[in-house]
């Protein structure tokens, strides 16, 4: 905690070499930020759904080694809306909460997706996130739901309310909710205002507003794109860094100015090493100046 009480944080990028890992935290630190947010799939701390201790044991070291508050991003292909593997999936996200209370990471970061039209589908996804929420309030391990950009921000927000279980909450991602305010055509900032009283998290990002189809109609394809040819035409969740693009930032940070949770820059560090102190300083002022 700094004495301005603003958390600014940063997510470490996917690269599994640990070298690599200890050469960002080392740059975060230099660069400013207190907290760090970790993919849980990065390297392989669960296989076949099972905990490998070892593996967890010998990153505990890496971050031990670095003055930061620590959250989670549950791993990529969890979909908790399955039936066939709906048994795995759950092992996978028990063993996700037992090596985030290992780490001492917190909050874990869920994905909502998009919402499915089958019932059946969405009572497993309901029930799996109540058990998911009791267990990990037995670990201390705060659950936050995230709005994605094929989706709108309503949905979100009623389930998380509907569930109404107080180890349960939102983290508000501005940059997917922006993209999905421009394509589904509702309005953003309302959305922001909707979303904020059960927000624990928040994620910020900067794009141009611009969502790419290939998302929802051709997942493999989009997924293919060079980050350079959508950086380049502006195309979907680009991940740039907060305050790039067009996202109207100061109105997002009034409408938190009473938020105390983190401000996690979600972006592809890698691309913009140079800018690593500049982000952290700006939107540490930004939210300064919003709380004014």
């Known amino acids: 905690m700094t004495k301005d009480d603003v958390r600014v944080g940063v997510e470490l990028p996917s690269n599994p070499d640990p070298d690599s890992i200890r050469g960002s935290l080392r740059s975060y630190a230099e660069a400013g930020f207190n907290h760090v947010e970790f993919c849980l799939d990065i390297v392989p701390l669960i296989l076949g759904g099972e905990v490998m201790p070892e593996y967890v044991d010998y990153m505990a070291g890496i971050f031990q080694a670095f003055p930061f508050s620590y959250s989670a991003h549950i791993g990529g292909g969890l979909n908790l809306r399955l039936e066939d593997g709906h048994e795995l999936h759950r092992k996978a996200l028990s063993s996700s909460i037992e090596v985030c209370q290992r780490l001492h990471m917190s909050p874990l970061v869920l994905h909502y997706e998009c919402q499915s039209k089958d019932l059946m589908a969405e009572t497993r996804f309901r029930d799996a996130h109540r058990w998911a929420a009791d267990l990990a309030a037995e670990k201390g391990v705060l659950l936050c739901l995230e709005n994605i950009e094929v989706e709108q921000m309503e949905p ?10 107080p180890n349960l909450r939102m983290t508000i991602d501005v940059g997917h909710a922006f993209l999905a305010a421009n394509y589904f055509h509702f309005d953003f900032l309302d959305a922001i205002r909707l979303a904020m009283p059960l927000a624990a998290h928040m994620h910020l990002s900067g794009n141009t507003g611009d969502f790419e189809e290939l998302r929802i109609t051709n997942r493999p394809v ?8 959508r950086f380049t035409f502006g195309r979907g ?30 972006y592809y560090t890698q691309f913009f090493k140079p800018f690593l102190a500049d982000t952290q300083k700006r939107v540490r002022e930004a939210v300064l100046k919003a709380r004014r």
């Open 237 to 266: 969740d680009i991940h740039a860094p907060p305050l790039w693009g067009r996202i109207p930032y100061d109105e997002v940070l009034r409408i938190a100015r009473d938020y105390r949770g983190v401000f996690l820059c979600e």
């Open 156 to 165: 979100v927000v009623r389930f998380v309310e509907e569930l109404a279980h």
């Open 222 to 229: 989009y997924d293919s794109l060079s980050k350079g040819q």
